[in-house]
């Protein structure tokens, strides 16, 4: 991700006030010890807090730490200054993704498949991930798992049985969302 997608000042703003909320950090570590998913990250949550407060936004934004988060709230309940981190985490996660910012167009993809659907599709799902990622080579990558998962029975036809079904929960959501 290049600087540019926080070189503005509202994109700017809206990091910093991401990072106010992590001030009072002790850098205690124990979210890091306490994450089940650290060993998927590129750094720990307890650095991903720091470099926040230090200002470093894109090393964050060109991770992969936070998109690794699955939201359990683990860190969120053990940090001894109760400080909010998985929603720290989902605002990171709604940056990127507005941004485009880099490893966000899978989870665009994903939303976007499941909004559709009702359900992941898989296929249709990684048609458009590789289209979005522009690359060939990418999608080259994945013919052997595509076709392992074929043989295994795993990859669903497109069908409408559930289309639309999760359209109410998506727009209460953006309601939310608005209302914050
Ligand atoms: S648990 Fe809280 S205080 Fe400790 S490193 Fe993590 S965020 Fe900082
Ligand atoms: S909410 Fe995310 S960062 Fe926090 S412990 Fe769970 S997976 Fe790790």
């Known amino acids: 991700m290049s600087t540019e997608l926080h070189d503005s000042a509202s994109a700017r703003a809206e990091l910093d006030a991401i990072a106010d909320n992590l001030r009072a950090c002790m850098q205690c570590g124990t979210c890091s010890a306490s994450c089940p998913n650290v060993h998927f ?3 720990t949550p307890r650095r991903m807090w720091r470099l926040m407060t230090l200002g ?4 964050v934004l060109n991770s992969k730490t936070f998109w ?3 939201a359990c709230y683990t860190c969120t309940l053990r940090c001894p200054r109760g400080l909010p981190l998985t929603e720290a985490v989902y605002a990171l996660k709604r940056y990127a993704a507005g941004n485009k910012g880099k490893h966000s167009a899978f989870y665009r993809a994903f939303l976007d498949n499941v909004q559709r659907n009702g359900r992941v599709q898989e296929s249709t799902l990684m ?5 979005e990622m522009r690359s060939p080579s990418k999608a080259l990558g994945f013919v052997p798992v595509g076709l392992k998962l074929l043989r295994a029975g795993k990859l669903h036809p497109p069908g409408s049985e559930y289309k639309g079904v999760l359209k109410p929960m998506f727009d209460a959501e953006r309601n939310m969302e608005d209302r914050s």
């Not at 048609?127 to 289209?131: E, F, I, T, V």
Request: with cysteine; charged share 35%.
């Open 68 to 70: 690794s988060c699955s």
């Open 127 to 131: 048609a458009r991930y590789l289209a």
């Open 41 to 43: 990250m590129d750094f």
């Open 56 to 59: 470093r936004y894109d090393e």
